[in-house]
T-cell receptor, first 111, second 113 residues
Framework: KNEVEQSPQNLTAQEGEFITINCSYS?????LHWLQQHPGGGIVSLFM???GKKKHGRLIATINIQEKHSSLHITASHPRDSAVYIC?????????????FGKGTKLSVKP | NAGVTQTPKFRVLKTGQSMTLLCAQD?????MYWYRQDPGMGLRLIHY???????AKGEVPDGYNVSRLKKQNFLLGLESAAPSQTSVYFC????????????FGPGTRLTVL
């Protein structure tokens, strides 16, 4: 079973700061997912990446397949970025339909 | 397009009662999933379906049953609710593979007393 670990669990930042959230996994994968869970509970997919880097607005996701590690960066953070960020990796050895989800990083950006 | 919808949004049950959660998607996705989310834990897969008429067990299937009679609908049933099933339930769907982008419903908050 793929083990997915995120750090930190909680993160408080001041508006404008550069944010980094880390995700590591134990079993080699083809792609990793980053998701955002809003304070109201809704979950949206941010990125799915298999190599290198992807950018969407102020969000940047990177992955190092050899080191089994991915990072999510937020530049010029804003209070509206406050949310729980979740990474997920395929569980090839488990149920066919399985993604293994990290426990999430709760980000709070203060004005 | 509504995307993925779930009914109901909230429900309180007494131990031993039964209920059905409904998930509907209008994106013509083949794969559908039911997850539960508990404090301090990641999303965990309960059951999933790879197409109309098919269902399979996920990581935590005990105490739940599912059906996918129509491609757009995926039902999650609790036959005899227990307090351990108090959780937030999310439905999701994806087009071809579970490893592709998954689209989530808004969630159902279930409390079992």
């Amino acid at each position: 079973k793929n083990e997915v670990e995120q750090s930190p669990q909680n993160l408080t930042a001041q508006e404008g700061e550069f944010i980094t959230i880390n995700c590591s996994y134990s079993v080699g994968i083809s792609a990793l997912h980053w998701l955002q869970q809003h304070p109201g509970g809704g979950i949206v997919s941010l990125f799915m990446l298999s190599s290198g880097k992807k950018k969407h607005g102020r969000l940047i996701a990177t992955i190092n397949i050899q080191e089994k590690h991915s990072s999510l960066h937020i530049t010029a953070s804003h209070p509206r970025d406050s949310a729980v960020y979740i990474c997920a990796a395929p569980n090839y050895g488990g149920s066919q339909g399985n993604l293994i989800f990290g426990k999430g990083t709760k980000l709070s950006v203060k004005p | 397009n509504a995307g993925v919808t779930q009914t109901p949004k909230f429900r309180v049950l007494k131990t031993g009662q039964s209920m059905t959660l409904l998930c509907a998607q209008d994106m013509n996705h083949e794969y559908m999933y039911w997850y539960r989310q508990d404090p301090g834990m990641g999303l965990r897969l309960i059951h999933y379906s790879v197409g109309e008429g098919t269902t399979a067990k996920g990581e935590v299937p005990d105490g739940y049953n599912v059906s996918r009679l129509k491609k757009q609908n995926f039902l999650l049933g609790l036959e005899s609710a227990a307090p351990s099933q108090t959780s937030v339930y999310f439905c999701a769907s994806s087009y071809v593979s579970p490893y592709n982008e998954q689209f989530f419903g808004p969630g159902t908050r279930l409390t079992v007393l």
